[in-house]
């Protein structure tokens, strides 16, 4: 079935430091991929999305590369900041004749950003 | 504020109980989903409806059961609760389904003792 593989956390950094964490996934249908991002008590909130191969997503600095030959869809940002602390999870619905799938969501990498 | 409502926002119950998780989606949302989120099994997908019909169903236990009422909102039922039911429950609506965008609301923490 599908699945999302998502680098383990905790990651932690510094203040401004670069982020790169790693999905990859694996899809018989046409996948969309998204990014959602949970901060403490909260729900998720959708981060950004790519629909097709080569789109490139981005809000509040970050950004993924929707990668088809390397099935991945690694999530970057430039500089981050202590309010960038939360719970990060790649997922992906993949198209089938039958329609969409539900969204499968990888494990979840918490990031912690020290000041 | 995603605009999804869920009710109650934390449940402490026994083991044996049945309980009810109520959902509003967006307004103008036709697709309600339900997630489970625990610590070992991570977000798990439940259960989709669309406009009042069942359209998928994931990994949820014959003791679960779901609904969509006439005015869109969900409610998910949980009957003779386990110690390992104990788990955020998420609802997420959507506009129409597919590959839109699902926005989620803050969850329902569930706990059994």
């Known amino acids: 079935g599908d699945s999302v593989t998502q680098m383990e956390g905790p990651v932690t950094l510094s203040e401004e430091a670069f982020l790169t964490i790693n999905c990859t996934y694996t899809?018989?249908?046409?996948?969309?991929l998204f990014w959602y991002v949970q901060y403490p008590g909260e729900g998720l909130q959708l981060l950004l999305k790519a629909t097709k191969a080569d789109d490139k997503g981005s809000n509040k600095g970050f950004e993924a590369t929707y990668r088809k030959e390397t099935t991945s869809f690694h999530l970057e940002k430039g500089s981050v900041q202590v309010s960038d602390s939360a719970v990060y999870f790649c997922?992906?619905?993949?198209?089938?004749?039958?329609?969409?799938?539900?969204?499968?969501f990888g494990k979840g990498t918490r990031l912690s950003v020290i000041a | 504020d995603s605009g999804v409502t869920q009710t109650p926002k934390h449940l402490i119950t026994a083991t044996g109980q049945r309980v009810t998780l109520r959902c509003s989606p967006r307004?103008?949302?036709?697709?309600v989903y339900w997630y489970q989120q625990s610590l070992d099994q991570g977000l798990q997908f439940l259960i989709h409806?669309?406009?009042?019909?069942?359209?998928a169903k994931g990994n949820i236990l014959e003791r679960f059961s779901a609904q969509q009422f006439p005015d869109l909102h969900s409610e998910l039922n949980l009957s003779s609760l386990e110690l390992g039911d104990s788990a955020l429950y998420f609802c997420?609506?959507?506009?129409?389904?597919?590959?839109?965008?699902?926005?989620f609301g803050p969850g329902t923490r569930l706990t059994v003792l």
């Open positions: 409806y669309y406009n009042g019909e069942e359209r």
């Open positions: 997922a992906l619905s993949a198209y089938y004749n039958s329609g969409n799938t539900p969204l499968v």
């Open positions: 899809a018989t249908g046409y996948p969309s």
């Open positions: 307004s103008g949302d036709l697709s």
């Open positions: 997420a609506s959507s506009r129409t389904g597919g590959a839109d965008t699902q926005y």
